[in-house]
């Protein structure tokens, strides 16, 4: 697709600063792999793997409630885009997406300057994913949505994409066509800490195989696959450009608590109208009584009991008390701000992902 002169600069800043640290990422890699006794050729033929078939995610949650009252699924349906931070004043990392805040002040710092050239809109900037390398049944980034979206293929090639969050401004930077720098930083944490994206016991040599015989298969029904909860570690992607459901969006996997509701009823009307496969992965869903108290805050145990049904909390509870704490505000304000509260409901979900269990049952469609 044609990008507009901010986004074709954000890309290219990136992509020189990737180039220029080239020589060096090389040599890491280089050395890693000699300690791995793996060939350049191997190498080189799970990088081309990756450059042909990996697929970028967009986590979300559905049922958020946007500035009209409608949820994400709803507007999603309606206008067939997914916006970014910056339009939708919505995010599930920092809510700072406005011109001077974080979110600005860090792309500022990762695209040098490209978004803030004078008469670049809002909509021209970059949207959120993770490089879905490792096909985990709950997504590379679960701690951003309950649900995401896969990518085509080629949308890969006008995105950036930083090792971890771009928010602690890392200095691994790269695109499709310079990603030596994110290589070298997954290789080295692999080899030091045996452990990288959400799995442990990984190793550079099973890294490479998966790589070079499984990101190229078909996609796999995730329903009975196991989840990786894998909230912190993630090759985070920049997709610059519109992002058109029809177009660029290939799969849609959900959380199975939405199922019969709704948001569900939406979801999958929304898959019919823009072509877009739909599946299930095996959701999370937690007692109240297991909710920690040392794990995102004392408060967890007391929210979890507060929206629990039958003594469960799932996606869709806390979705649902979001919305109502959107609508009626006033009956929340014994837990403190909306703003306050909201956090909570946002760690509750991080709790939610490590400690929830897969539903035993599927619910039918």
Not at 273 to 301: C, N, T, W
Not at 351 to 363: A, E, M, T
């Amino acid at each position: 697709m044609k990008l507009t002169g901010a986004q074709q600069s954000a890309i290219d800043y990136v992509e020189r600063y990737a180039a220029r640290h080239k020589d060096d990422a090389q040599a890491t890699i280089q050395h890693l792999l000699r300690m791995s006794n793996i060939t350049t050729e191997v190498f080189h033929k799970a990088v081309q793997k990756v450059k042909e078939h990996a697929r970028i995610a967009l986590h979300f949650h559905p049922d958020r409630p946007n500035s009209l009252m409608n949820c994400i699924a709803e507007a999603l349906h309606q206008e067939g885009i997914y916006k970014s931070q910056f339009e939708t004043l919505l995010s599930n990392g920092s809510v700072s997406a406005y011109p001077g805040g974080l979110r600005n002040r860090w792309e500022e710092q990762l695209f040098g300057g490209a978004y803030q050239i004078k008469g670049t809109t809002l909509n021209e900037r970059a949207k959120y994913g993770a490089l879905n390398i490792m096909m985990h049944a709950d997504g590379p980034a679960p701690r951003f949505g309950s649900c995401y979206f896969l990518l085509k293929p080629e949308v890969s090639k006008r995105a950036t994409f930083t090792y971890l969050d771009s928010h602690q401004i890392p200095k691994e930077k790269g695109t499709i066509r310079e990603f030596d720098m994110i290589l070298a930083a997954l290789f080295e944490e692999i080899f030091t800490r045996d452990y990288a994206l959400g799995e442990s016991n990984l190793m550079i040599g099973s890294l490479v195989q998966h790589l070079v015989q499984k990101i190229k298969l078909p996609f796999e029904d995730p329903a009975e696959k196991q989840v990786y909860r894998n909230l912190n570690h993630y090759i985070e992607a920049q997709v610059h450009g519109d992002l058109v459901l029809k177009e660029d969006v290939e799969i849609l996997v959900a959380d199975p608590s939405f199922i019969g509701t709704k948001v569900g009823v939406t979801l999958t009307s929304l898959c019919a109208k823009y072509d877009i496969k739909l599946y299930y992965h095996s959701g999370f869903q937690l007692a109240v009584d297991h909710v920690p108290s040392d794990f995102r805050g004392s408060e967890m145990p007391s929210l979890a009991k507060r929206i629990a049904k039958n003594q469960v909390i799932d996606a869709h509870l806390i979705g649902e008390a979001v919305m109502d704490l959107t609508r009626n505000s006033v009956t929340w304000s014994d837990r403190g701000t909306q703003k306050e509260i909201v956090q909570e409901l946002k760690l509750l979900w991080h709790v939610l992902v490590k400690y929830g269990k897969p539903y035993s049952k599927r619910k039918s469609v």
